[in-house]
């Protein structure tokens, strides 16, 4: 993936949910409690992204320094995240069951996630001699255009 040259911004402008999920290895050397954890989001993104009805825009892996693996996602909006996160017959629910299993409360695997809806025009997104990433992998990118100080206009709301 190359860089490509120049500011850019995401060519989305609608709605959106931001979704931060991500588990904390606080015992390293009981990697039968965290390898399941982190080997179970995988097979969640492959159905996701055979499924362009299930809402689910794409994601970013992220490492949060040694312990802390983190995953950004962008969603349509939240009744289709919830909906996924409670279907039955979805990769998710039997993970998260597992994790509640084998896990539990033992402390051994943290588990977190944060999800923020934002309303059109209230996110801006610049990138700056990157590659394709975060929003504007998923959405494509478009030229920045006006002043670079001029954050609160680009957001077309108050702030």
């Not at 009805?53 to 794409?58: A, H, I, Q, R, V």
Request: positive net charge.
């Amino acid at each position: 993936m190359g860089v490509i040259t120049g500011r850019k911004t995401a060519a989305f402008s609608g709605p959106l949910v931001v979704f931060v999920i991500g588990m904390r290895i606080n015992h390293f050397h009981k990697v039968g409690k965290w390898l399941p954890v982190l080997k179970a989001m995988p097979p969640m993104l492959e159905e996701l992204a055979k499924d362009p009805d299930s809402g689910y825009l794409g994601s970013e892996n992220m490492l949060a320094g040694l312990r802390q693996v983190c995953l950004l996602q962008y969603w349509r909006d939240f009744d289709s995240l919830e909906a996924y996160a409670r279907s039955r017959d979805r990769q998710h629910w039997p993970a998260w069951v597992a994790f509640n299993k084998a896990v539990g409360s033992d402390g051994t695997v943290g588990i977190f996630h944060e999800t923020y809806a934002i309303d059109a025009g209230r996110y801006e997104t610049i990138y700056g001699n990157m590659p394709h990433w975060g929003l504007g992998k998923v959405a494509g990118l478009t030229d920045a255009t006006g002043s670079r100080n001029e954050a609160r206009s680009r957001m077309k709301a108050s702030v």
